[in-house]
């Protein structure tokens, strides 16, 4: 079968979403399909041995970037069409005379504007006239009410996203968290298959020496350094935890310089590398004695806890979105509700080593469930309904 992966971001610079593309890609080819993708990332034409095609896209990404997807598709016949973003989806939907087209969504893009569900850095109880005036504070360079003038843009960008993809051929959500908001708002027949992690791949990977320095013990954190990551959470949890060991905070972001302050006025010791390679990564979280994971939002399924489980590293994390259907609380990691919760369970798995090792084992094998093995045989049997 001939697959067409449409993303918006993609290796070698990119985060889970991209990571999780690259992932298919391999696991279809392995497969015996005949696999390419269509990006507008940055990056060589050829990786992991897949044909990359690189869009390039000027102007408003919101207006080219659709159209450039919907050209790409002209340049070869396909089976099926995989999109794997919204504006991707976009394209791909409005492609004249397009193969079957499926689509994963992997955040909250058809039932928020901003996909986050994060509304003045908490959880948005529901889309509305009323929550976007509240949403666009900070947002929009404008006071209120002249900030208000983008709603009716955004309620139209909503509805032409929802429009689109009811023309599905099949939308694929990576998490039950995921689906039901989709069913809810968009009407859709949703079908959840997660994401895909290649654990001998990431424990291979793991295996190597990183190329920034790491202390002999410390917690980590990995991600955006954003709001809906739950950065407000994590220096609170990490001081109250009073485990004595550094923070290593590997991403970038809005929250970068005040993360280094309130850490010296918590005195909590802080190591921030920046972004950071994806092997960099791998080896931090394998080498972590701890790994934070406050994230605010609801979590679609985050690959940075995939990649935990893969390479057995012990989680403390936030219960929010899909974060349950990777870790099973005391089993492959410690699930709780607050900042509070979060400080108690970091310094659990700090200070026994016993829990800690149970935990890890329990991550090991729960990742077995996120394998090519177990997930690409439901990726085509999607395909086939559909060729």
């Not at 159209?67 to 791909?92: I, K, N, P, Y």
């Amino acid at each position: 079968m001939k697959v067409l992966l449409a993303t918006e971001v993609y290796p070698p610079r990119a985060g889970g979403a991209g990571w999780s593309t690259r992932a298919l890609a391999l696991g279809l080819r392995a497969a015996g399909h005949d696999v390419a993708v269509v990006t507008t990332s940055p990056g060589p034409p050829t990786l992991d041995g897949v044909a990359v095609e690189r869009l390039a896209v000027s102007g408003r990404k919101r207006v080219h970037a659709p159209r450039a997807f919907a050209a790409a598709l002209s340049r070869r016949s396909w089976d099926v069409v995989h999109a794997q973003h919204g504006l991707s989806a976009l394209g791909c939907l409005g492609a004249e005379s397009a193969p079957p087209v499926v689509v994963t969504v992997r955040d909250y893009w058809p039932t928020c504007f901003w996909s986050t569900r994060i509304s003045r850095g908490a959880l948005c109880p529901a889309c509305g006239v009323r929550p976007m005036m509240r949403c666009v504070s900070g947002r929009v360079p404008l006071p209120a009410p002249l900030s208000w003038a983008v709603l009716p843009y955004m309620r139209h960008d909503l509805r032409e996203k929802r429009e689109a993809l009811r023309r599905a051929g099949a939308v694929l959500a990576v998490s039950e968290a995921v689906a039901g908001e989709l069913r809810r708002d968009t009407g859709c027949a949703v079908v959840v298959v997660p994401n895909v992690v290649d654990g001998e791949e990431a424990r291979t990977v793991a295996r190597g020496e990183p190329s920034l320095p790491l202390p002999a013990e410390f917690l980590l954190f990995v991600g955006k350094l954003e709001d809906n990551k739950g950065l407000s959470m994590l220096l609170p949890a990490v001081a109250a935890a009073r485990t004595g060991l550094p923070l290593v905070v590997l991403g970038d972001g809005a929250w970068g310089a005040a993360l280094g302050r309130e850490a010296s006025a918590r005195g909590v010791p802080l190591l921030t590398p920046g972004w950071a390679k994806r092997e960099d990564v791998l080896r931090a979280l394998a080498r972590a004695t701890v790994v934070v994971f406050p994230s605010l939002w609801p979590e679609p399924l985050s690959r940075v806890l995939l990649e935990a489980l893969a390479v057995g590293a012990p989680v403390a994390a936030i219960d929010t979105g899909g974060t349950a259907e990777i870790l099973t609380d005391d089993v492959s990691g410690l699930l709780v509700r607050d900042a509070p919760e979060l400080g108690r369970a970091i310094a659990r798995l700090a200070g026994e080593p016993a829990l800690r090792a149970r935990i890890q084992e329990g991550a090991r094998s729960r990742s077995a469930a996120f394998s090519p093995e177990a997930l690409i045989p439901r990726y085509e049997a999607v395909y086939r309904r559909l060729s």
